[in-house]
């Protein structure tokens, strides 16, 4: 289990041919843009499916894309299958009163490690 709380987040190593250190430091990237409330970025990080869906101007203005994402705990488990060109990560995310352990989903796009923008109505309905 990797952990995350305590760790210095710019301690990240760049690995191009790591999948899982690559899927690791997009996830780390990714809440440090929520802690930021760096909308423009988090988008940045969602698969092309859903930003095609989803326009931006949208994204930035509608309510339920303004929602809690936890706190990045840890990252317990990353699975690859190259095969298909799609991951899923095992997170633990805590929340102001509990904790919960979710699973991302994440797809290559245009070249990178991109996250499932269903996350958003996954941790909606939570």
Sequence with gaps: MKL?????????IIDFMNDNKQIENLLIDFYEAYYQNDLLKIY???DSS???A???NYFLIHSDYSIEL???KAI??????KEKNQAFAE???E???NEMEIQFFLQTDYGGWKIDGDLFSKLREM
């Design 76 to 81: 317990k488990n990353i699975c690859v299958c």
């Design 4 to 12: 995350i709380r305590g760790e210095k987040m710019t301690k990240k």
């Design 44 to 46: 940045s990080f969602l």
């Design 70 to 72: 936890g706190y990045l």
């Design 54 to 56: 989803i326009p931006l």
């Design 91 to 93: 997170v633990l995310l």
């Design 95 to 97: 929340f102001k009163e």
């Design 50 to 52: 859903f930003q095609r």
